[in-house]
């Protein structure tokens, strides 16, 4: 069974590492991470297939949904997150995209995962 191939963007490395680690104890998932959102669209454009992309809203440069209006247009089947340990407007997130306010554990992170995977076959 193929695993499931997840894209983490977030500029804080710390935690890039903490999401993607969470991640990657799950044998189903094969990560791969980025640190800005320039990254991110670089690794969308050149990888296959991404089935969920997991973002941080504020990042510099580009703003996570921002992010995935772009990534949407390169790969329309690709499921979204976004996360953010600070929201200044909660109207930015679209209503049919999941969120995950930050500080979150492994279980709520592999719940959403989950949940948004399920949706979206």
Do not use: N, W
């Not at 990254?39 to 997991?54: C, G, V």
């Not at 209006?69 to 999941?98: F, H, N, W």
């Amino acid at each position: 069974m193929p695993k499931t191939k997840v894209l983490v963007v977030d500029d804080d490395i710390g935690l890039l590492k903490l999401v993607s680690g969470y991640l990657r104890q799950e044998s189903q998932y094969d990560v791969i991470t980025a640190s800005s959102p320039v990254r991110a669209l670089e690794l969308i454009k050149s990888e296959a297939h991404i089935d969920l992309l997991i973002s941080d809203v504020d990042m510099p440069g580009m703003r996570g949904p921002e992010l995935l209006l772009q990534v949407k247009r390169v790969s329309p089947q690709t499921a979204c997150i976004l996360m953010s340990g600070y929201l200044e407007d909660p109207a930015s997130i679209p209503p049919d995209v999941p969120f995950l306010q930050k500080p979150f554990d492994r279980t709520a992170l592999i719940s959403a995962v989950q949940k948004v995977l399920l949706g979206a076959k």
